[in-house]
Structures are given as C-alpha cells and as structure tokens.
C-alpha cells in the first residue's frame, strides 16, 4: 500500500476527548474517529488490526473443534423473558419497538439465542458435545461510555457457547477454552492473568477473568506472589488473620459524639486510630434484617455478604428500618443490644479488643467494647474487600492490589439457560437431560486498547508483529531523488512478492514529518532509503520497539526482515 492513497489522518495535537492513552494514541495515528459517546468508525488502519485479532481468535476456537455462526444483533423480547433477564439487565440493554409494537432488545450478549437455536436442531446427545462462535457487534447503554474501545456502547466481541451432556464433559470443555484463551492473549502481545471472578448477569457457578495488569484498567484483582492464587476484587477471599492475644479489657463507656457519623470524625473527636472502630452496617436481604460488622477502615465486599445471607436482593436498608430495629439515626448504629436480627462479623474483628461501636442512640458511641463481653456474633464470616497485604486465602502469603483491563470473561453456566428455557436432549438411556453449558467471552475491540496502553512510547504505538497493521515500511527519504525512490520501490516490490505486508511512504513530505508519522503509527520494521544508501551499498532496517539500527546488503535484505519477523512474532503462553 502507498502512503500517498491511505487515508490516514493522523493528528498533531493530542485530543481533548481522550483520557487514556490508548485512546489519544488511536485517535493520533488514525485508527479510529468518534462519531458519538462510546460509537466509534473504525479507519483503515484500525481496521486492518481489528481483522487480524479477529483472525487469531478464530484460529485458536477452530483449532479446538469451535464452530462460527452468525447470529442476529436485533433480539426478541419473549426470549429474555424466558430468563427473566429482559428486565434484570436493566438500562444496560437497548430496547426498541417494531412498526407493529413488538419489543426488541440489541444483544448485549447472545445466551438465550443461542440456546433457542440449539433446543430447536438438537434432540440427540449423539449430536454432542457443540461448541458454536462468532465475531460479532454488541451493544450497551454504558452509563458512562469512557477510553475510547475500552468501554464502549458498541464494540466487537467473540462470545462462544458450548453445549455438553454431563458435568465431566463440560469441565473438559471449560479447560479446553480456558487454554486456548491463554494462547490467544498471548499471540496479541499481551502479559495476562487469569483471575477468579463473579459472574454477574451471565450467572453460573464458577468463572474466570483474563486481565492484562495496566495502571490504566476499571477493574482491581487480587494476587499473591506466593502462590498463583488470584482474583477479581469483587470475588477476592481473604485469608483469617493469626490468633492475636488481646491484652486488658477496658470498661465499657457511652460517650457523646454530637453529629459525628463518619469514621474519620468519630477517630479523630476520641483520638483513636480508624482500625479501632466498628461499622455495623444493617442490610435488608429479602424479608431479613441483617447486621454487618467489618473495622472502621475497611469497605464492606456486598457480593460476598450476599452469598452469606443465600440471597441476591440484599441492599443497604432505608433509614426507617435502620432507626426501627437500632433505635437510632443513621451513622449510629451498634451491635450492642441489637435484637431480632443476626449479627455477621468479619474475620478481621477477631482478637481486636477494646473497640468503639455505635451508641444505638443518636450523637452517642460505646469505647472499650468487647464482642465476647458486650455484644454477640451470630456468624463469623470473610465479608469485606481485600487490601493491600491482607493474607492469602491458599497460603502464608500477602496479596498485592493491582489494576487490570479486561480482555476476556469465561463461565461456567451449568444449566442456568437451558433448563430456563427447556432445551434438553435425549441421553444415551432415553432420557431428557437439560444441556451442560459454558459461555465464553473476548473483547476482540478492547484487546487492541489494552495492546497500546501496554506498549507505547513517547513518539507512538509499538505493534506486536502479529497484530501490526502492516509488518514493513519502507521511508525513502527524498521520494524526488530517482536513485532513493527506485531503490524503495525495487525494495517494496521484492516484499511484496514474497507475502509480506508493507506499506511504502511516497509522501512528497518533510523527512521529520515521515518519521513522526512512522513512529506514531508503530509498524514493527522500517526501512529508510537515504543517501548513505548509495553510498555504503547498505540498506537501513530499524526496529521501532527496541530502536536498533541494522545495516545489510540488498542482497540479504529479504532473508534479514522475514528472520526480524520470525523473532518479533510474540511467544505463546503454554497456558
């Protein structure tokens, strides 16, 4: 491709739009333009590396036995009522109405389709196990459609489902994907982990997250050094803190703190450090009142509180109810004499002696209480967000926080979908079976955000080999010199016999205007023709990652770039 008809409107200035720099990069070397919040039009450039990506995710789904289909954008309402997610998916889901009043949802995700196509075509577990795929646009009212590719309301995802007729064979089929996930991560240029995570509106028992570590990532996970436990923030477990001994035991004492509710008022008012004080937070799960006790310092993990309590509608409780069953206003409220409802601790609380509690009273606090004296745990139980050091789950460990992007969700669904919608199978005694699924999800879009925002530098992108754009670029330096554009050309002509992709800049432009653009734009490997080309006999290879300069003959050019391309292609994880 000649530079002279690429339509490439590369940008000087960084845009005021962009906060990452994966976003101001793709704006820069024109890959992308907006066209409204979170909707972006994909330029030739973006393109190009869009398809490549999705070329690899496809390589990696056939080669373990995945099937590709197409399946519609536009999805009717009855069947994510048969789910009861038409309306749990809340505003997140695009909704719209046909000429004739029929409701219709653009997917978000395509469990319940693919689920009626199958229950529709497949009867027999002869015709099992099925792992089906595709490529294809999703759509999400994000609330707040932010970095560009990286949280968009339209955006390119592959979501694969796979349909099994027992547990065993579903695990193995789980296993298979998790696998190939790592490959294809690790194909794009990306370092990953695989974390533990929850499994939101997807539902199922047990899934996985693969996140690229970035300061730039939405998400926080949990990881341990010393071990290879991690996980989402949302799922992170925490290990029980060691026996402490607690020492003397103070007297307890209620004191005034007149309109103090927050913990940094109430330590500071009686000089005691925030780790001193309980927040006991009372929940309604259901038709249950709860209380929730974690130290003053912590945060309250409401996924976890959740699970404890066996239910899914647990939300903070309204100040009447909190003043009903604490006899106080908000911000006071204390385990001490608290009746009719249970009072869950978290482990943290254990052995801390002579803490500050709630009055149950307004404007009032208790110091020196004492949870074996004062009051009563009903359950001890892992309830709050894990911090930096806290102890590792599996081992002696500390966990460090860290921030991630991610790039890749797999479940494990069960038969969450398929007994929903009654889509069963005959097994091998004749009987009907509900199918064993797993879905499993990439960001093929996002993946090109997460690729910058972990390989750039001051002057632009650096592409990995397998997902450039183009492999070669060929700079002449003085496209008006004869000897320097026959030379580029001869050189563009011999790559492009032999397969490979290069994109020549026969731009009548200034040279420091053809290498700004070169370095913006990332492509692995430059060729410069200049006048010490003539010179020395000698052709220029740079290597825009690691910015070395080789010098070879013509005659060995051709063997030297395909040998450069060979090394620069990214190792696969053996995950």
């Not at 205007?513 to 006999?537: M, N």
């Amino acid at each position: 491709m000649k530079m002279s008809g690429l339509f490439l409107p590369t940008l000087f200035e960084e845009p005021h739009e962009a906060e990452l720099i994966s976003h101001k990069l793709m704006l820069r070397a024109g890959l992308i333009r907006r066209l409204a919040s979170g909707i972006y039009s994909y330029l030739p450039l973006g393109y190009r590396v869009l398809t490549k990506v999705s070329r690899i995710v496809e390589e990696e789904m056939d080669a373990i036995g995945g099937q590709q289909v197409l399946l519609p954008a536009l999805h009717p309402k009855e069947l994510w009522e048969e789910t009861g997610r038409w309306t749990a998916y809340g505003p997140d889901m695009f909704k719209l109405c046909d000429r004739r009043g029929r409701d219709f949802g653009l997917g978000p995700t395509h469990e319940e389709i693919i689920t009626d196509l199958v229950r529709s075509e497949v009867r027999s577990y002869r015709q099992l196990p099925l792992l089906l795929y595709q490529i294809q646009t999703k759509f999400r009212d994000e609330i707040r459609p932010r970095f560009g590719l990286m949280r968009a309301r339209e955006f390119q995802m592959k979501d694969g489902y796979s349909f099994d007729g027992d547990e065993e064979r579903a695990n193995k089929t789980y296993d298979l994907l998790y696998k190939a996930y790592g490959r294809i991560f690790s194909r794009c240029g990306l370092s990953f982990r695989a974390v533990e995570a929850e499994s939101g509106l997807i539902g199922g028992s047990v899934s996985h997250e693969f996140m690229v570590p970035a300061e730039a990532g939405e998400d926080l996970m949990a990881l341990c050094h010393g071990c290879d436990y991690a996980a989402n923030l949302e799922r992170a477990e925490c290990g029980q803190p060691k026996e402490v001994l607690r020492g003397n035991l103070t007297e307890l004492t209620l004191v005034d703190t007149p309109g103090m509710k927050r913990v940094d008022e109430v330590s500071q008012f009686l000089r005691v450090k925030p780790e001193q004080l309980v927040k006991t937070l009372i929940y309604k799960a259901g038709d249950q009142v709860v209380a929730a006790l974690i130290l003053g310092h912590q945060e309250l993990n409401q996924t976890k509180l959740a699970k404890v309590c066996q239910k899914t509608d647990l939300e903070l409780a309204d100040p009447e109810t909190i003043s009903s069953v604490t006899s106080a206003p908000v911000g006071f409220a204390g385990p001490i004499g608290l009746t009719g409802i249970k009072i869950i601790a978290d482990h943290s609380i254990k052995g801390q002696a002579n803490l500050v509690v709630g009055g149950n009273k307004a404007d009032a606090h208790y110091t020196g209480a004492n949870y074996d004296r004062d009051f009563r745990i009903d359950l001890w139980a892992d309830i709050k967000v894990v911090q930096e050091n806290d102890r590792c789950p599996r081992c002696s460990g500390r966990l460090e926080i860290r921030r991630g992007i991610e790039v890749g969700h797999v479940f494990k669904l069960g038969t969450k979908y398929s007994q929903a919608m009654r889509a069963v199978f005959i097994d091998e005694d004749g009987q009907e079976k509900p199918f064993i699924m797993d879905t499993f999800g990439i960001g093929v879009s996002r993946i090109i955000g997460a690729v910058i925002e972990t390989s750039h530098d001051e002057a632009g992108i650096i592409w990995p080999m397998s997902i450039a754009p183009y492999q070669v670029l060929v700079l002449p330096i003085n496209v008006q010199d004869e000897a320097q554009w026959d030379m580029s050309l001869k050189i563009y002509q011999m790559l492009q016999r032999e397969g490979i992709e290069v994109l020549i800049d026969d731009r009548e432009e200034r040279p420091g205007r053809k290498f700004t653009d070169s370095e913006l734009i990332g492509i692995p490997l430059q060729i410069v023709i200049g006048s010490q080309t003539e010179q020395t006999g000698r052709i220029e290879i740079s290597i825009r990652r690691s910015r070395e300069k080789r010098f070879v003959p013509l005659e060995d050019l051709i063997n030297e770039i395909k040998r450069l391309i060979s090394t620069l292609e990214p190792r696969v994880s053996p995950y």
